[in-house]
């Protein structure tokens, strides 16, 4: 059965996990005896930073037929996302992700995602395709493209997208989650023509079908060859989004839209307890910005201040900020 196709603001696609965070922070895996349990997954969290911040949000993802996928379903509801499109595999667990937390800038991350995480197992065929044409937003990952179904229904939803909208690519590199140790090879599941592509060649083929592309610098490089943020930016633009926003951490963000207008904004300054999931929040607000129709010095402004709230939390998804948290930030900080 279709969706209404106005419900929402934002539909994200791909990764989805429980994140396990040692409650003190400068304690190894192996020392830690106390752990934290917490939605995961960067389109899980882009979709609940977004929601709170009053968007309507869903996510279209797999979980395992297991306790731990009903714990995500049920948190996702409870931060008002639509699980709608959540499904479960019954082949697969549920994934598990462990980090370290040594602020301020080394948080190694160990994922639990074997033999294959349910989220790479979402068909083109389960696709509500008008919903995702109708979104206001529509969110993907480089991740998504790691692997067989996945790949397929990825590159469909974009299709469908035609560009109606905002199309926002998250390059998301992740090198670990892809088949070979190297990060090359197509995975499994690819058509005799594909085997020779490599995550390069997928990113390119998703950067013609969206309009706004985020990533850092090794993203960057993987999607465009480029790690200068200048270089960088333009690539993206010639590879086909309208705006490119490049994450330089310490030295903030920068944006690049084909109109002209480029924004150079420093990183709010803040305590870091734990930097995963900034880049999560700083999406989410990125969606709301977009959404709001804001200038995009406004936009990346709000983005960045988001970010740097949730990056001196310890959580990812608890952490994400609402509307009045990021607003104090600004006034603090000078901005708006």
């Known amino acids: 059965m279709a969706t209404d196709p106005v419900a929402f603001d934002l539909i994200t696609m791909g990764r989805i996990g429980v994140d396990l965070y040692p409650l003190k922070t400068g304690v190894p895996l192996g020392e830690a005896d106390t752990f934290g349990k917490f939605l995961g997954g960067s389109p899980a969290n882009v979709a609940v930073a977004a929601a709170r911040l009053g968007r309507r949000t869903a996510l279209i993802t797999r979980t395992g037929a297991d306790p731990f996928g009903a714990y995500l379903r ?6 008002g996302v639509d699980d709608r499109w959540v499904g479960e595999v019954a082949a697969y ?10 602020p301020p800038d080394d948080f190694p991350l160990y994922f639990y995602r074997y033999p294959k995480a349910p989220d790479l197992e979402i068909g083109a065929a389960e696709l509500d395709l008008d919903a995702v044409r ?10 998504g493209l790691s692997a067989e179904p996945s790949r397929t229904a990825t590159l469909a939803a974009l299709e469908a997208r035609a560009k109606a909208g905002t199309t926002v690519f998250d390059l998301d590199w992740r090198p670990m ?33 969206a309009t706004v592309a985020v990533g850092n ?22 590879a086909g989004v309208e705006l490119a926003v490049v994450k330089r951490g310490p030295q903030g963000v920068l944006a690049v839209h084909r109109d002209g207008t480029v924004v150079q904004e420093a990183p709010v300054p803040v305590t870091v307890v734990n930097g995963l999931g900034a880049g999560d929040a700083f999406g989410g607000a990125l969606c709301h910005g977009l959404l709001a129709g804001w200038e995009l010095g406004r936009t990346i402004r709000y983005a960045n201040a988001a970010g740097a709230i949730v990056a001196s939390r310890l959580a990812c998804s608890t952490a994400m900020p609402f509307g009045h948290e990021v607003e104090e930030v600004l006034g603090r900080a000078g901005g708006v």
């Open 177 to 209: 989650l892809w088949p070979s140790a190297d990060g090359d090879g197509a995975g499994a599941g690819a058509g005799a023509g594909d085997r020779a592509a490599g995550p390069g060649e997928w990113y390119r083929r998703a950067l013609g079908l």
């Open 134 to 143: 109708a979104a206001r937003v529509f969110w993907m990952t480089g991740t």
């Open 93 to 102: 667990p549920t994934p598990v992700t462990f980090c370290e937390i040594f």
């Open 217 to 238: 610098a090794e993203e960057c490089a993987i999607a465009t060859g480029e790690t200068e943020p200048y270089a960088a930016a333009r690539a993206l633009l010639a």
């Open 74 to 79: 049920s948190e996702l509801r409870g931060f």
